[in-house]
């Protein structure tokens, strides 16, 4: 058991953010969070008046070290990423504090990529719908009644028919291309790491179902490229009420991705009360 300090992470905000779809609360003190095929379980520790003080998290300091640590971002200071908000900028202002928590976490590039070609034009239930049907379908069971994430192989070896039949929808033929072509070698996600950001962006795109937002999420979610700023019907929305349709990207040069899971998370909670 290893125990994460509350005042440098927020679960609840982090498993709702949209940024992943295997992080789930269990109960009232109790979360679930499948990455690839590691399987995690996090209590919170409350005081008496019911604040949450820490996380406990059910693995070892050894696998904690070498794979929980960074895949939160723990090392990373996220107040240097704000020091350059205007005080005039209240609504930022306000998605900050409201946000208090969020990190961009550090997720497998295969997941992350079926992830957001599965994201198009559907609701994060909807996703995390597919995505389990998708792990259940094909995954390998690391514990029971729990799946983890397909492999390229795995997915390669499925019929179009059978993705089909986890909610995909037109996206199942992306995917089916796209499990084909990284299992085969043929487009290596790794590869891409040594890319520059623009050059990464170009090159996700070249597979079916990749457009810029999707190619965007990938960048951010996937190979932490956090200069990349997404932008779906939220950011869009937010952008046209708040910034008269132009969002001063260059004043957050380099962690506007940050920003980006800033002003999604506080908009998309906020929508009736920011856009109604």
């Known amino acids: 058991m290893v125990k994460v300090e509350a005042k440098n992470i927020n679960m609840q905000k982090n498993a709702d953010s949209g940024q992943i779809f ?69 609504f930022l202002n306000e998605a900050v504090k409201y946000s208090e928590g969020i990190h961009i976490l550090h997720q497998d590039k295969w997941e992350m990529l079926i992830s957001f070609i599965i994201s198009q034009r559907k609701s994060i239930p909807a996703i995390k719908t597919s995505v389990e049907k998708l792990c259940r379908a094909f995954g390998k069971e690391i514990a029971y009644e729990k799946y ?52 990464l962006l170009k090159e996700l795109m070249k597979l079916k179902g990749v457009g810029v937002k999707v190619a965007n999420c990938v960048a951010l979610f996937a190979y932490h490229r956090i200069g990349a700023f997404p932008i779906d019907v939220w950011i869009d929305r937010i952008i046209q009420a708040y ?34």
């Open 22 to 90: 295997r992080f789930n609360r269990i109960n009232e003190e109790e979360y679930e969070l499948i990455a690839g095929n590691k399987l995690l379980y996090i209590k919170e520790v409350k005081s008496e008046d019911g604040k949450v003080l820490d996380y406990e998290l059910n693995c070892t300091e050894d696998e904690y070290l070498t794979v929980w640590k960074h895949f939160f971002d723990l090392d990373t200071d996220y107040n240097n990423f704000i020091k350059n908000i205007p005080p005039e900028d209240i």
């Open 148 to 199: 983890a994430f397909p492999t390229p192989k795995q997915l390669a070896g499925a019929q179009l028919s059978e993705l089909e039949s986890c909610s995909l929808g037109y996206r199942a033929a992306y995917i089916y291309e796209s499990a084909r072509l990284v299992a085969s070698g043929k487009f290596d996600l790794d590869k891409l790491d040594k890319l520059k950001d623009d050059e």
């Open 243 to 276: 910034y008269k349709g132009k969002f001063p990207l260059e004043r957050y040069r380099g962690y506007a991705g940050v920003i980006q899971q800033y002003m999604f998370f506080y908009g998309r909670d906020k929508s009736r009360r920011l856009f109604d």
